[in-house]
């Protein structure tokens, strides 16, 4: 029996880990390949068409990624080659076979200026490199191949790899007193929750949806750093003293939006998802971590 091939890029990491868990739950209608930069270095464009050649999916979701924020301001061609050249080769390749392209991209394309959620057309204007990056990828994905999604998606953690409810619970046994920035403010995404969405919406590609361009999704709900931190430490508790701190206080390479949080409406009319409060979402990935 004929099944749809899914390529996803980016195993190892939170979401691509989590796509792979599902997939390990559940019999769909699709054989699915998880691959890293063994199987395809992303840090090298070049080696994309072969890939290709040898593998013809009729879906690319693309989680690979380098997300190391700071570090991007240093590594600014590798930072570039992963999250801006490879993946225009890569919607080139798609749109050579008719395959769609779904690619995973961020808040941090956006300025952190706006006060009401960020819509998916609006203009977006990065304030360090590795958002510049993506931003770009976004571009070269659109130009490149018509059945491309970019989906833009904050703050994302996983009981996989590092993130920040990990490392959170990590310092609130190790410390007394732990302070975070207390004025950037966005909406966190459980990982577990993003990749389900995916997988809904590749069905929903696969029953004859036509809806491409770009969207967003994360949970629910607005929250501070801080506000996060304090969450974690009541769900978990622990005692340590959570302290809010500005952002003025905790100073790093690169510039990180003070708002951005993301207008996720489109996502849910079109593909029908529907959104889990951020603090449901929470106390699940804790409760696995413990």
């Known amino acids: 029996m004929y099944k749809p091939l899914v390529v996803i890029t980016g195993k190892n990491g939170q979401l ?21 930069k063994e199987e395809l270095d992303l840090s090298n464009p070049e080696s994309i068409p072969a890939f290709f050649k040898q593998h013809k999916p009729q879906y690319f979701v693309n989680c690979g990624a380098y997300t190391l924020v700071d570090k991007a301001e240093t590594e600014k061609e590798l930072t570039r080659a992963i999250n801006a050249t490879s993946v225009g080769v890569i919607a080139a390749e798609c749109a050579a076979i008719g395959c769609t392209l779904i690619t995973i991209s961020t808040d941090y394309v956006f300025d952190g200026n706006g006060t009401s959620p960020y819509l998916p057309n609006q203009v977006t204007d990065p304030l360090n490199h590795y958002g510049l990056t993506k931003q770009e990828g976004e571009q070269l994905a659109l130009q490149n191949n018509p059945k491309t999604i970019i989906i833009r998606t904050s703050w994302v953690y996983s009981t996989h790899a590092n993130n920040f409810v990990k490392t959170m619970l990590r310092l609130m046994k190790e410390r007394e007193e732990l302070k975070v920035v207390s004025d950037q403010v966005g909406s966190p995404t459980y990982a577990a929750d993003f990749a389900e969405a995916i997988i809904q919406m590749i069905e929903q590609l696969e029953s004859g949806s036509t809806h491409y361009g770009i969207y967003h999704y994360s949970n ?71």
Do not use: M
């Not at 622990?238 to 905790?250: E, K, W």
């Open 16 to 36: 691509g880990w989590e796509l792979a868990q599902l997939k390990s739950l559940n019999t769909f209608q699709f054989d699915f390949l998880f691959i890293d």
């Open 220 to 290: 629910s709900g607005v929250i501070s750093w801080y506000d996060f931190a304090v969450a974690i430490k009541n769900i978990a508790g622990l005692s340590c003293n959570v302290l809010p701190i500005p952002t003025t206080a905790f100073p790093t390479p690169a510039k990180r939006p003070a708002y951005s949080v993301l207008d996720k409406e489109s996502i849910i009319k079109d593909y029908e998802i529907k959104l889990i409060d951020w603090k449901v979402s929470l106390k699940k990935c804790i409760h696995e971590l413990k």
